[in-house]
Nanobody, 127 residues
Framework: QVQLVESGGGLVQAGGSLRLSCAAS????????MAWFRQAQGKEREFVTA????????NYANSVKGRFTISRDNEKNTLYLQMNTLKPEDTAVYYC????????????????????WGQGAQVTVSS
């Protein structure tokens, strides 16, 4: 099964930008819906954004619309999350996740839809 490794987390000031990357191993990456979730300290894991295997469909949580952009490069087996205009409330551990290959697009915001998870990357936004 695909394995996911995240990078790009760190500390940034409010209003700044950061880009997370998720490198995938395994030949099924290009056929899997991918997503980013986040979990703040002491909080439940929440959906951030998802992208279909072809990149033609995306879904965003209302809290990040207009600020975050999900993208993928299937040639490089890499998922990205561009985060702009960051706010202190964006502070969390960010996880990339993958669905089973060629799963039908739908309810991409549900944790239960995802089979494989990355180790997480800490993003801290200072005020």
């Amino acid at each position: 099964q695909v394995q996911l490794v995240e990078s790009g987390g760190g500390l940034v000031q409010a209003g700044g930008s950061l880009r997370l990357s998720c490198a995938a191993s395994g030949r099924t990456f290009s056929s899997s819906t991918m997503a980013w979730f986040r979990q703040a300290q002491g909080k439940e894991r929440e959906f951030v954004t998802a992208i279909s295997w072809s990149g033609g469909m995306t879904n965003y949580a209302n809290s990040v619309k207009g600020r975050f952009t999900i993208s993928r490069d299937n040639e490089k087996n890499t998922l990205y999350l561009q985060m702009n205009t960051l706010k202190p409330e964006d502070t969390a551990v960010y996880y990339c996740a993958a669905q089973r290959p060629r799963a039908i697009w739908g309810r991409s915001d549900l944790v239960s839809r995802y089979d494989v998870w990355g180790q997480g990357a800490q993003v801290t936004v200072s005020s």
